[in-house]
């Protein structure tokens, strides 16, 4: 049973070691991602971790080509767009995930509902490298 | 605790049990021109509006008789190096040391404003507040205003590299998967932006998309390069040397620009508005609601925030959607402004993109949407839009909005829908005339 406190946090620190982790209300049962304290349905408190499959099909995303400086020191822009998008999991819950092996700069090829699967990615070097979570065409 | 539980999934609790405890009217109005201005800032723009709402009172102001002020303001700390504007604001207009508080709900922020002020009003705490907003953005890089607006994103959609644009853009590609909609259909919602803020003297952008299309060839003749033959206004919208892609499938002129501006409004306990004018605009429903984000957004074709306010707000005024004749709305991107209309009531879901193509929209439409030209033409700065889609209320139903004038109809109810964020805070609001 994995014991960290549930949080943001913690969430994060799951992503860097590979895990897809979501919260289970222990009192009804409802799985939720990302990680809330609280039990949106029925407000219970005693939650646990839940691991996630990481497999869900796309739900919908945009191709970003005006991009944020963080994605920009990635080699994004302009001419290298990159997309990104909501992914509805086997196990209920959404994430907004980047989204790759797709033609970001062709986004009409791109479509929504085909089945996609959770991989976790290395990216930078020494103190500044971390794994972020994306989603690629199953 | 009757139906509590069920308020947030099967519709608000509070719709249509909450009345305003005293009524409340707004007496005076006033905006600066929305647009960057280098050589203004945030007090220089609010002194501006705020020296037209002193002579817009009919029967004269006594500032002195102001008991309290609420500002709104996003987020001047980051764009211009500075907070705590509330006393800035009191001082400025002689106010001091009137209570002031400033209000936060990033786009929403001014709303806010009026909203806390027409509670005080409502509560007998105060007869007469000043209520409005002011941001200035410019001053910074547009990377540095992208970079600055995104601290109102959702924390988690920024980690997936979502921007502003990114957002709506994704809402966007789920309302054309779900309904057959697309890109020409969010293009009738700029043309008529276009069309409406030539009409408006303090409009950011006051050219038609022909007027642009006209500049762009004239522009290529002059320097010898070849001449654009676009045969109408969607195919230079199609154009990407013309509307590059900023986050598929919104484009430059699906988004609204960097502005500044500032906006405020005077309102009054109701039994004491005729002492200002014989013809104020009473507020008769206000609501609010907030959103969780794209992860957790119970349909990406709507915002539920706006489903809350709206219950609110028609269940305080006891109107309904058929009942509102002209709305001021948040379009903030194209994509938005045709999910407001349809959260509203004031068109089905899914049917908004093909009202908006038959022109029910329009000035002359059934149902005019941002006369004003909209955050798209009229400018968004984003602390004082609220407040500024209520003074285009305001113009409209008092029969002073000059050449863009609602035409050939008594005006008598008008409503403002104003956003924050990705759909974080909403708010709708209600006004008439009696």
Redo the contacts between chains.
Sequence with gaps: MEERPIS?VSYRKFIQEGKLMGSRCRRCGKIY??PRHFC?EC?GTDMEWQELKGEGEL???????????Y?AKEGYG?DN??C???VTLSEG??????IEGVDARN?ETIK?GMPVKAVFNRVGEGEEART??AFRPA | MRGAAKGVKGGPVMAGKRKIGRGVAIVGAGMSNFGMFPDKDSKDLFAEAFRELMDSVDKGLDPRDIQAIWIGNFSNDFFVHQAHWGPIIADLTGLAPRAVTRTEGACASSTLAVRDGIMAIASGMYDIVLAGGVEEMSKRTTEEVTEGLALATSPYEGDAGFTFPGVFGALANAYFHKYGAGREHLMNVTIKSHENAPLNPKAQFKQTIRDLMEARKEKARKKGLPVPDWADEKEALFDPAFNPPVAWPMHLFDCCPISDGASCVLLVAEELAKNFTDDPIYVVGFGQGSGRGLHACPSLTSFEANRQAAAEAYGMSGLKPRDIQFAEVHDCFSIAELIHIEDLGFFGEGEAYKAVAQGETRREGRMPINTSGGLKCKGHPVGATGVAQMYEVWKQLRGEAGERQIPGRDLYVGATQNLGGTGGTCTFTIFERR
Excluded: K, S
């Excluded at chain 1, 739900?59 to 400086?69: A, D, E, G, R, S």
């Design positions: 943001d991602h990302p949106e407000f739900t919908t995303y945009t191709c970003i080509f005006v991009v944020p400086p994605m302009r767009p990159y990104t998008g909501v819950p959404r994430v907004v995930a980047r986004p929504i972020y979570l």
